[in-house]
């Protein structure tokens, strides 16, 4: 890591590590990741990254306190402030509904269009983890909503709330475990989110001068995943980048996926996904490249990134 650390004499813009490690994808307690936003800051250091974003889902609640944290660095380090939105797309003819995650880069988290959004997704997500909570109850398994609501800890709640639950509870031994037995989209506890239309999201979130850039769009392998056409559609109504390099992606989802960003002349990225000890997956297990990043950097206008005094 110390090599990987080592400044190298650029020109001017260029970065100055010699290897930047850029990953545009991490959670954090304000919504299913289990570091806090102060711990996922520090662990991206210890893990070597150069820049993170963190994209809790459906809100900007760690923003400030990451924000913090790295100000307070005495190590090189740039904060790209996002969020993952819970979307879904409806094809043309209307016979398909998809869902799917769009991450907003850098957007005014003041714009009062995609603010009231959030606050209606962060809403949606409390009536829907209590539903699927009370269909568990009535089957008999021995959880309970304030226990959902205590993990949550005030975050965006999710299934991965629940899951933790069971596993406090005894009824299963990870939460990777809840979602292969209990939390699935097919299974009969189960209910679905009200989110966002895909379209309306992405024009919101440039509207705040945010970059929007499709999370894992192929990773969802059971279900009905987004066809050439609907990705067109995205590019249309101003998608800048796909999540190429992604756990859930096999390497020929990847080798598809950038031969097809290529033709729509969008960028690539690759993140972690990170959600601390909820998933296996670590801190810069899969990252962007620099110029991928320079390109959300130059279209984005709503907040700045957090640069530690290092970075500045
Ligand atoms: P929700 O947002 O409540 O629909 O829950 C979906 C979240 O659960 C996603 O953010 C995933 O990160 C997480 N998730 C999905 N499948 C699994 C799994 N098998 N193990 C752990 N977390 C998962
Ligand atoms: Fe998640
Ligand atoms: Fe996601
Ligand atoms: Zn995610």
Known sequence: MSSR?????????????????????????ASDGT????????????AGLTTMAITDHDTTGGWDEAAEAVR???????????????????????????????????????AAGLKAERARL???????????????????????????????GGGAVGRPHIGQALVDSGVVRSVHDAFAELLSSDSPYYVPKADSEVLTMIELIRAAGGVAVIAHPWARRREQILDEQALRR???????GIEVDHMDHTPEDR????????????????????????KTVRLGAETT??????????QA??????????AR
């Open 5 to 29: 650390r080592r400044r190298i004499r650029t020109t001017a813009g260029a970065s100055k590590y010699a290897v930047p490690v850029i990953d545009l994808h991490c959670h954090s307690t």
């Open 35 to 46: 570091d806090s936003p102060r711990e996922l800051v520090h662990e991206a250091v210890r």
């Open 72 to 110: 307070e660095l005495d190590t090189e380090f740039t904060l790209v402030l996002g969020t993952e939105f819970s979307c879904v797309y409806h094809s043309p003819d209307d016979s398909q509904r998809i869902s799917l995650h769009l991450l907003g880069y850098l957007f005014d988290p003041a």
């Open 122 to 152: 962060r809403e949606n997500r409390l009536g829907r983890g209590e539903a699927i909570v009370n269909n568990l109850i009535e089957a008999g398994y021995p959880v309970r909503w304030q226990q959902v609501q205590a993990i949550a």
């Open 234 to 240: 995205l590019v249309d109504a101003g998608l800048a």
């Open 255 to 278: 080798r598809r996926l950038r031969a097809l960003a290529e033709e729509l002349r969008v960028f690539t990225t690759g993140s972690s996904d990170y959600h601390g000890t909820h």
């Open 289 to 298: 490249d620099r110029q991928c990043l320079q390109r959300i950097l130059s």
């Open 301 to 310: 206008d709503g907040v700045e990134p957090v640069y530690s005094a290092q």
